[in-house]
């Protein structure tokens, strides 16, 4: 049962533009989004997270939308640049859980 | 800064030999520790976390066990390798139970 789920693979997209990774969940109780940027054979790094108290973070070139009601969040990435080429991974959690739920990950390619 | 480390980086094992992939965490204490799998074409899968030093929860059966013999090392081990068990393990930290996770670099298993 896939409880996070990234139902793109892949998205290609220009230098420049606007990339958006999309994440649904099913669990209403997850109450914590994060998502996570990883190159080939290193580890995940953190990017950016959401509580379910809010329903918009910006850092920086990246945002983060939450839609509670629709069970689905979103990472933008304005300017879309070549080095953020990399795979990346939603994840949720609920409350006081240990577990973190990961989706299946997208494979972003930004070309020139 | 925390910092957290995983070797070997790579590692290839015949079926039926012994495992132990160590991690370490500097710069903080009294981590909560996770090991995840990340197998091919797959998201990331939670196999263990650990609260405290001798504390481990495990998140699905297999043929893997975890150990925490200190505060900030984290081992994963297994008696017999399967080919299974071949993927890309992951180590991970965070401050507290559902706090963000950071992950370590991750070790290549390739079991033959």
């Known amino acids: 049962d896939q409880q996070v789920k990234q139902n793109s693979p892949s998205l290609s997209v220009q230098e420049g533009r606007i990339s958006i990774l999309n994440c649904d969940y099913t669990n209403s109780m997850f109450d914590y989004f994060l998502w996570y940027k990883k190159y080939p054979a290193e580890g995940p790094t953190f990017l950016i997270s959401i509580s379910s108290i809010k329903d918009k973070n910006e850092d920086g070139r990246f945002t983060v939308f939450l839609n509670k009601s629709a069970k689905h969040l979103s990472l933008h990435i304005v300017p879309s640049q070549p080095g953020d080429s990399a795979v990346y991974f939603c994840?949720?959690?609920?409350?006081?859980?240990?577990?973190?739920?990961f989706g299946t990950g997208t494979r972003l390619q930004v070309t020139l | 800064s925390q910092t957290i480390h995983q070797w070997p980086a790579t590692l290839v094992q015949p079926v039926g030999s012994p495992l132990s992939l160590e991690c370490t965490v500097e710069?903080?204490?009294?981590?909560?520790l996770y090991w995840y799998r990340q197998a091919a074409g797959r998201g990331l899968q939670l196999l263990f976390y650990?609260?405290?030093?001798?504390?481990i929860s495990s998140e699905v059966p297999q043929n893997l066990s975890a150990s925490r013999p200190q505060d900030r090392q984290f081992i994963l081990s297994s008696k017999k390798l399967l080919l299974s068990d071949s993927g890309f393990y992951l180590c991970a930290w965070s401050g507290r139970v559902g706090d963000t996770q950071y992950f370590g670099p991750g070790t290549r298993l390739t079991v033959l």
């Open positions: 994840a949720a959690s609920a409350g006081t859980a240990s577990k973190l739920t």
């Open positions: 710069g903080t204490s009294n981590p909560n």
């Open positions: 650990s609260v405290g030093i001798g504390q």
